[in-house]
């Protein structure tokens, strides 16, 4: 199929353009999303297309719009709502979480939330505490969500397509930092299967389990690590729910060694989870225990070099790898 | 207490409403009547032990489901509460698989997985009742949204408490429903207490003043007269339903038990002659009683004949829940995704 370079927002913007055309029932709903295309610019055009009955304009009630969004979707719309800083989904989560989540178990299967929650995450860009933290791991957590997180506009444009599709709530994390990242992306309508891990790189000595902006972190150092002659295998799962467990493990049992990185705070959180997952399924065939990476735990803070401090580097990975292979 | 209610008069006829007068509030008659049984029985069942769980009861209250539920068309939407037995009656659900869903039964209208407190029926556009407190203020305005944006002629009605006033969401998507003119009404059903506090205590201002910050059309009604509540909301609900934007009732009532059935010493928190006065002097059902044999329109033996019917029917389906069957272990992880 025809391919041309586009960035992760430009992505982004395509799968929704193209499910909107092909789908009236979805609608865009959040704080800025028509003219201003929010504040990262992913939404801008939409509008001028679809008019404002579909790409609609909210106050500043993350709450509202979200439960608005959850009966929506129980009723026959397929509401996209965004969430413009992942931090903003705590105002969020009884909507999420106790209804969004529940409503088809509660009543017997007799209802069902199709909707999307696009929400950002990722540190670095210097907005402090409030603007920077990845709580995907919350959503994780709960039985009756599906949580997506792209690492590449290929993935992100074919992810949300069939998030958009799915018949349940499925909350899309996107990078905020990986938004100019451009890469490969084909003009046809294609979708990507919720819970099939892809391995970004084929390797032999260590296997680097990443999810979203992380995976561009881990493909870097795989890359320092090469240089070194060790061979790394780079394994994104896309969504950590649902989880695709036999690609993790069997990578884990290929390369008998493996670090688990996501940018979510570590305790309790997906490396936790992940790790215990390969844990279980690969414990015979490893030779170290499983690392985790994440960030740190602390409030992510605003002065650049403590908050560059706080999360995993191409660095500090290819470090940690380097010394699982070739113990000094 | 505000009381803003203009006596019922005639008036155009209500959507659900079919037939003459009398055939209409003897229906409402037979709909109260079946919700005070339908408690009755889950308080005989309930402390028999032969229901898990908790029950919240809607006894005192019927006035407010039923006059509100018989302005509705059958696809209208309701969103409901943890003491939403009379909502899901009222709407039109049927007393067997309400309580095989009581009792946690595969017949139950949620295969047993809702209990009391989560009774939701597509088929009579409830969209579920909510543990919550105000819990499903946010899907009430959204199917009202869809409706909109669908232009299906629906009204969507969210039945809460007044202990959901406390709750900021509340006023998020009241906020959004008159920006947006949505087809939505908010029925507060004000039986007086917060759980074990009464509302007094936790309200500031007036209930009707936070609608009116919103400039929603808002009303308040006796919700002890059903045919108060119907006239009024009959008004507000086909102004919703033709564009006129959303509504806010305040329906004032008493809640006859406890918060829930294991709430028997309420003496701290109000007076037996408190609840004696509501009782005997503001009972819904005597209220629609005295009407109704005033106008000619029954007599004691004609009203006593549909309470035991209705009663039977009650009995019967406690009967069948109590009989059906649990679902099977591996319904359990049936259902979590569509």
Known sequence: ?328 | MTTATSKPQAGPKPAGAAGTEKEKWLHAYRQMVSIRLFEEQVNEVYTRALMPGLAHLYSGEEAIAVGICQALRVDDYITSTHRGHGHCLAKGASPDRMFAELLGKEAGYCRGKGGSMHIADPATGNLGANAIVGGSVGIATGAAFTAKTLGTGRVAVCFFGEGALGQGSLYEVMNLAQLWQLPVMYVCENNQYNEYTHYQETTAGTILGRAAAFGIEAASVDGQDVRAVNEVATRLIERARSGGGPAFLQCDTYRYSGHHVGDINREYYRSKQEEHLWKTDRDPILVLTKWLTERGYADAASLDQIASEVRAIMESAVKFAIAAPYPNVDEVEKHVYA
Not at chain 1, 115 to 130: D, H, P, W
Not at chain 1, 207 to 220: D, E, I, K, R
Request: negative net charge; proline residues 6%; charged residues 25%.
């Open chain 1, 1 to 328: 199929m025809p391919e041309r370079e586009l960035t992760f927002a430009q992505a982004v913007r395509e799968a929704l353009a193209e499910e909107m055309r092909r789908d009236s029932r979805v609608c865009i709903i959040g704080e800025d999303v028509a003219e201003a295309g929010t504040p990262f610019k992913v939404l801008s055009g939409l509008v001028e297309e679809f008019g404002a009955k579909r790409v609609v304009d909210t106050p500043i009630s993350e709450a509202g719009f979200t439960g608005v969004a959850v009966g929506a979707a129980m009723t026959g719309l397929r509401p996209v709502v965004d969430i413009m800083f992942g931090d903003f989904i705590t105002l969020t989560m009884d909507q999420m979480v106790n209804q969004a989540a529940k409503a088809h178990y509660m009543s017997g299967g007799h209802w069902k939330v199709p909707m999307v929650m696009r929400t950002t995450l990722g540190a670095t860009r210097r907005s402090a505490a409030q603007h920077s933290q990845s709580l995907h791991a919350w959503f994780s957590h709960v039985p009756g969500l599906k949580v997506v997180l792209p690492s590449t506009p290929f993935d992100a444009k074919g992810l949300l397509k069939t998030a958009i599709r799915d018949e349940n709530p499925v909350i899309f994390f996107e990078d905020k930092m990986m938004y100019k990242l451009k890469g490969p992306v084909p003009e046809d309508d294609y979708t990507i299967p919720l819970g099939v891990a892809d391995v970004k790189r084929s390797g032999d000595d260590i296997t680097l389990v990443a999810t979203s902006s992380m995976v561009q972190v881990a493909l870097g150092a795989a890359i320092l690590l090469e240089r070194e002659g060790i061979s790394a295998e780079v394994v994104d799962p896309r969504t950590t729910w649902p989880l695709d467990e036999k690609t993790l493990i069997d990578s884990a049992k290929k390369t008998s060694r493996v670090i688990v990185l996501d940018e979510g705070y570590g305790r309790y959180g997906v490396t936790a989870e992940l790790a215990a997952v390969i844990a279980e399924g690969a414990f015979y065939d490893l030779d170290a225990p499983v690392k985790r990476m994440g960030a740190m735990h602390v409030p992510i803070p605003f002065s650049p070099p403590l908050e560059d401090a706080t999360v995993p580097t191409e660095q500090t990975v290819f470090e940690a790898a380097r010394a699982m292979c070739k113990p000094s």
